[in-house]
């Protein structure tokens, strides 16, 4: 079975410029998470849906951030204007609704705003 | 006070050495909780659960000690590809499925 995707895999891009990142949870996952990890801060939870409606965007860390999940299949997590401090890995993972709270995670999106 | 701390090292330990690490949590409500391993540059994978009763998954052991809010993670007979961030994740009370992770411990084991 195919896991969590994420794309692109590696960003760059200048500040300023907005940046779209990609996720497919693995299939028949009713929950998905968008993480940011940062050396300074971890591991940081910015939004969860589950199926598909948002639960809690608190993580979410400016106006500047957004994210949907237009189906099942898909999310975006979209950042409008990037700044430098946005720099991190970002992570999508997905869970079950009814299994256990394992969570499994996408293999991240690197991005750097020079 | 984070919600979820760890120790984050580095240990180094030799091939072979039994390594523990330690985590605390400030939610006595928190319900669930784990151990996840992540690899430089990769993404965070489940190690294993931790029961109140404890539990064991090979060279692996973890226990849960709730009247003293901390987890705790054994490693026995450690081997070169146990090098890696260990993570103590917490599910808080009322938080659903969301995962509260600490900052990691990092564990190089030198052959």
């Known amino acids: 079975d195919a896991g969590v995707i994420q794309s692109p895999r590696h960003e760059v891009t200048e500040m300023g410029q907005e940046v779209t990142l990609r996720c497919k949870p693995i299939s028949g996952h009713d929950y998905l998470f968008w993480y940011r990890q940062t050396m300074m801060r971890g591991l940081e939870l910015l939004i969860y849906?589950?199926?598909?409606?948002?639960?809690?965007d608190s993580g979410m860390p400016e106006d500047r951030f957004s994210a949907k999940m237009p189906n099942a299949s898909f999310s975006t997590l979209k950042i409008q204007p990037s700044e430098p401090r946005d720099s991190a890995v970002y992570f999508c993972a997905s869970s079950r609704q009814g299994g256990p709270y394992e969570q499994y995670f996408g293999p991240g999106t690197r991005l750097t705003v020079t | 006070r984070k919600e979820v701390e760890q120790d984050p090292g580095p240990f180094n330990v030799p091939e072979g050495a039994t390594v523990a690490f330690n985590c605390t949590y400030s939610n006595s409500a928190s319900q669930s909780f784990f151990w996840y391993r992540q690899d430089c540059r990769k993404e965070p994978k489940l190690l294993m659960s931790?029961?109140?009763s404890g539990n064991e998954d090979g060279r692996f052991t973890a226990q849960l000690n709730r009247a003293s809010q901390y987890i705790s993670l054994l490693i026995r007979d450690s081997k070169l590809s146990d090098s890696a961030t260990y993570l103590c994740?917490?599910?808080?009370?009322?938080?659903?499925?969301?995962?509260?992770f600490g900052s990691g411990t990092q564990l190089t084991v030198l052959p």
């Open positions: 994740v917490v599910i808080l009370s009322g938080s659903a499925r969301q995962l509260t």
């Open positions: 849906f589950n199926n598909n409606v948002p639960i809690d």
């Open positions: 931790v029961y109140s």
